[in-house]
């Protein structure tokens, strides 16, 4: 075993990894950028060492510097997480001929499977099912229709250097091909230098299964299956193991085709294969196909951890030290089902939007597993990405697992940043997935409801109106504001209130057409008892927070003037949500546009985010360019006023 390893990554992953290798008696090294001096991974490794700013290109992906680290430090072998470094062959081969230990596959097997056209191709020749299309090195456009056409439609359209469900599009009608075809081109280009894609059959009723693979170059094993089903946009939401109603039959023939995908490569370390399989019809051992492999850690890996016992980064460490794959075949048990639901800093209610903040609060619930980057007082920033931790649950039997799941989910605490949890909990309640009918399309087809959040009630308001005024723990009692009932109106962002103090603990308030009295009000740590009821809250300057259940109702206080301005300013103007990069501007001035014509694309957090028209009209003014960095708040486009008719 090594004496000690650097971890070439940060957040959750980076901490995941650390634990592992303490509970080895193994020392670890963390890198770290200036945006992470201070941040949760550096504080639980040994050792760390800078090595850049903020920017993932000038940190993360430094594998010259990150190796100089491991030099340095004395370190014997380099972990490199998920994503960054993680599947990049160069790196690998950087790495050992600095005389250091890679942790993961050789680069050989990461270039073979790095493009998913050659990748397949490979797996056609090891007798994997992969899925039918065109996967062939001939780019011309109307070559490509005139494949799309004998796939026959709908199909997918795939940048074949795509990742993180970047560079996708499904096309229903080969009218729309061209524009699709050009549409993954430009995101195969832009993300990942590459233009060239391959062209799939859409399966019909999609559900993503995919199996843990395990190889010590020598032999390789296969660790059960993963279902990722629940996506957004192509990317997991919340992932389970086993899959629901998995046979032992198919599990058979799919973990069989598996590790023949890793015998066929020489395969050393963690890995997946994921399918994609027709769900249609129940699972049927004639019906998944190969899509990809990730030749890292996933994201996912615990549900499988859950249910084997297994310690995959023990594994990985082990291997990479020299040792034989620690288990057989035949010694792999599978216990009880598995959950992990994703826990990220974004807006359900606004098309996702990725968030950033402080976390002026963050509990977890006792006894559940919460692999996380951040603590308590650690920011969100929008240098990397949004995720706050993931929450894996394990129990007898999947109903036990989902009902863990949801009161795990509805425990947690999370303050300073809006974040998709209240999602989360709607996705655990929702028949179907409790069922265990699902595929790729349920969070689609039913996202309004499960992003529908309640208006705060008056109370609610109410409260954090009180709250904001801070008359709270220590009550104004004395002096003549309780026999005046003198009002003092505070602007939140839901609307105005007016507070009277009518006694002690006591609070009239009124909005311009409700009121409500607020009794028994009082502070108990991060609680708030109020009408008989206890909230737990959080606050931080002018933005209070209230939790029913998972759901954190924000509220902020306005200061007069800003609400002026959000008042008038309202639907004339695009102003950034985030800071980031404009990637596209498709809209000049003087032009007319159209309500929810799409006008900016912009980049941040890792993440595309579409602007469109607030309404109808002409624009006046256009204050961004291409390639131009914003600020949150900037405005960067505004249109004509109206016209008072
Ligand atoms: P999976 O492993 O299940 O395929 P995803 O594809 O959703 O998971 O996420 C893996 C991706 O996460 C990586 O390919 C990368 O883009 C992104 N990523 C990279 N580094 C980090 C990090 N430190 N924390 C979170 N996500 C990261
Ligand atoms: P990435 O590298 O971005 O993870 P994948 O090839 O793994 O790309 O595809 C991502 C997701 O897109 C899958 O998990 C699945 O939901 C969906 N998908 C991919 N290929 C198909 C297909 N042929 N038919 C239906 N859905 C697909
Ligand atoms: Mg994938």
Not at 82 to 94: M, T
Request: hydrophobic letters at 45%; proline letters at 5%; charged letters at 20%.
């Amino acid at each position: 075993m090594f004496s000690k390893i650097l971890i070439a990554n940060r957040g959750e992953i980076a901490c995941r990894v650390m634990q592992t290798a303490r509970q080895l008696g193994v020392r670890t090294v963390a890198v770290y950028s200036d945006a992470d001096a201070t941040a949760k991974h550096v504080a639980m490794a040994d050792e760390a060492v800078h090595i850049g700013p903020a920017p993932v290109a000038e940190s993360y992906l430094k594998g010259d510097r990150i190796i100089a680290a491991a030099l340095a430090t004395g370190a014997q072998a380099i972990h490199p997480g998920y994503g960054f470094l993680s599947e990049n062959p160069d790196f690998v081969g950087a790495v050992e001929a600095a005389g250091l230990t890679f942790i993961g596959p050789s680069a050989r097997a990461i270039r073979a499977m790095g493009l998913k056209d050659a990748a397949k191709a490979l797996m056609e020749e090891a007798g994997v099912p992969v899925v039918p299309g065109y996967h062939g090195a001939e780019q011309d456009p109307a070559f490509l229709a005139a494949e799309a056409d004998k796939i026959g439609y709908p199909v997918l359209i795939k940048a074949r250097a795509g990742g993180g469900g970047k560079g996708m599009r499904k096309v229903d009608d080969p009218a729309q091909f061209r524009a699709a075809l050009e549409g993954a081109q430009r995101e195969g280009q832009a993300s990942f230098g590459d233009a060239a894609v391959l062209i799939e059959k859409w399966i019909t009723t999609p559900r993503h299964i995919e199996i843990q693979v395990f190889g010590d170059g020598t032999n390789a094993i296969h660790l059960g299956e993963r279902d990722c089903s629940l996506q957004r946009r192509h990317q997991k939401v919340i992932e389970e193991a086993p899959a629901p109603g998995m046979t032992s039959e198919m599990r058979e023939v799919m973990g069989a085709a598996a590790v023949r995908a890793a015998d066929a490569i020489g395969y050393s370390g963690a890995g997946t294969i994921e399918f994609i399989v027709d769900g249609s019809n129940g699972l049927d051992p004639e019906k998944f196909w190969f899509m990809e492999m990730n030749t890292r850690l996933q994201v996912e890996h615990p549900v499988t951890e859950a249910i084997t016992g297994i310690d995959l980064v023990e594994w990985q460490l082990r291997v990479a030290s020299g040792e034989p794959l620690p288990a057989t075949q035949s010694e792999i048990t599978l216990t009880g089902h598995a959950f992990e639901a994703r826990l990220y800093a974004e807006d359900a209610t606004k098309g996702f939007l990725p968030a950033t903040g402080t976390l002026t609060a963050l509990r977890f619930p006792n006894g559940t597993r919460a692999d996380s980057g951040v603590r308590a007082g650690d920011a969100i920033t929008p240098h990397y990405d949004p995720m706050i931790a993931k929450l894996i649950v394990h129990g007898a039997s999947r109903d036990i697992a989902l009902g863990q799941l949801r009161t795990a989910l509805e425990d947690t605490i999370v303050a300073g940043s809006v974040t998709n949890l209240p999602f989360l909990v709607a996705l655990t309640r929702h028949a179907g997935f409790a069922a265990g009918d699902m595929d790729t399309g349920l969070i689609e087809r039913d996202q309004d409801e499960l992003t529908r959040v309640g208006t705060p009630s008056i109370e609610l308001q109410a409260l954090a109106a009180v709250l904001a005024l801070e008359l709270l723990p220590s009550q104004p009692l004395q002096g003549f504001t309780l026999w005046t009932k003198l009002a003092q109106r505070v602007e939140l962002d839901c609307g105005s209130i007016d507070v009277t103090v009518a006694s002690p603990g006591c609070y009239e308030c009124r909005t311009s057409d409700e009121q409500v009295v607020l009794k028994d009000v009082a502070l108990e740590g991060c609680a708030v008892h109020v009408n008989g009821r206890r909230l737990l809250y959080a606050q931080s300057g002018p933005v209070v927070t209230l939790f029913e259940g998972a759901v954190g109702h924000v509220f902020e206080r306005l200061d007069p003037l800003t609400a002026a301005v959000e008042a008038t300013g309202g639907g004339d103007r695009l102003v950034a949500p985030m800071p980031g990069l404009v990637k596209l501007v498709n809209a000049q001035a003087g032009a007319h546009v159209t309500q929810g014509e799409a006008l900016i694309v912009m980049e941040a957090m890792k993440m595309e985010h579409t602007l469109t028209a607030p309404r109808d009209g002409i624009v006046a003014e256009l204050a961004v360019k291409q390639g131009q960095q914003v600020a949150d708040g900037d405005v960067m486009l505004a249109l004509e006023p109206l016209a008072d008719a």
